[in-house]
């Protein structure tokens, strides 16, 4: 059993960094592109091929330190911060987001550089934005080296901050695990302003829930209460809601293209949040393997195995753009929580296109736990089908 939850251990982190690698090879919707398909996907390629010779490795427990571990870890190859959120208007407008940052070290000797031109790494950034109400996704991408101030991190006794040109997150307070938040992201049509405050501490990867063994250390803030301000175009919307944050840092595994990974985060309206992946074969073989972890309202976090979880299919959308067949709506079943949740997409097209195509986007949750109705919102990750 131990050789097993550390396999899904495995599978769930790898699973997890995938997704971060897929969200730097879209192509843009609503937006003026800046990198073509064949850019990012050459940006992609060097990412994954790039020797970790130099690099430290992840080869024993890491004793996580907050606010210290929201802030870069330069030593490790690659490092990824994510955050996806709903958020909610005083006009009735619901919006979801995406806003990611990936690290890519490229020489591990930063004392030899002979030009400040010279980048020994390079950041790709991501924002995405959902607009409910009126149906429309929109996606930008954003590459630059780390030379010149162009893009970079910063980590002092007195803050943290991580930026890619006029994008940024930064740490408002450091007040070990619930530091605050600061997200800032603009494009020419949408942007978004925000303040995330955690209201339960990190958990953790691994059989340890104090350390995080595998090919990279990764930990969650399940449930961060945000506030802020979207704009699009000449519309301004104070917005209020919840996000979820992840942060992993270390080596990323190459995919092999033959794996499924559908990843759901849920948070529902009675304090729980629920993170569920689900791992299968491209061409429909084998059965699925089904891991995740409950989050309780005390901040508990509980893992769950293949056993615990039903999760199947219930209907399709078809994208017109690629033709690929994507399962947006789901039912999550947990017998020994008494948990039977309804899962379906804030809207139908949450589609990423680009040389990779994936479905990524907000949903809405609705069912029963423990015998009472609850509701909930999340975001939903579809990757790896095929048309």
Known sequence: MIIYKKIITYLSLLALTL??????????KKEKKIVSSKQSLSVINQLLNTTSIGFSQVDIPWQFLFPRDHGTHSSYQNESWNFVGNLSSDQRRDFGF???????????????RSSPWVAKEFYRGYFGLTDILKSQFYAIERFSRVAVGLSGASSTNNSIKVWLEDWQFQILNEEEEKSSFYLLAKTENVSIDLVLEPLKIPFYFG???????????AYTLPRLMTKGTIKMKDSSYPV????WFDHSWGKIPIPTGSTVWDRFLL??????????LRLHRTDGTGTPINHGTLVTTQGEAEVLTREDIALNPLSNWKSPN???????????????????????????NQELNS???????SVTVDGYYQGN????KGFQELTGYRP
Do not use: C
Not at 207 to 217: A, E, P, R, T, V
Not at 373 to 376: A, E, K, L, T
């Open 207 to 217: 059989d340890d829930s104090q350390i995080s063994m595998g090919s990279f250390y």
């Open 373 to 376: 109705s609850v509701i909930g």
């Open 267 to 276: 948070q529902l309206d009675n304090g729980v949040d629920l993170l569920i």
């Open 322 to 348: 690629t033709h690929i067949s994507y399962p947006t709506h789901w039912q999550l079943q947990i017998p020994e929580h008494n948990i039977n949740l309804k899962i379906a997409p804030s809207i139908e």
């Open 355 to 361: 040389s990779i195509d994936y479905w990524s986007g």
């Open 240 to 243: 209020t809601g919840l996000s």
């Open 98 to 112: 995406q806003f990611n940052f990936f690290r890519v070290g490229l020489n591990p000797n930063s004392s030899k």
């Open 19 to 28: 997704f971060w690698i897929y969200q730097g090879t879209i192509s843009l």
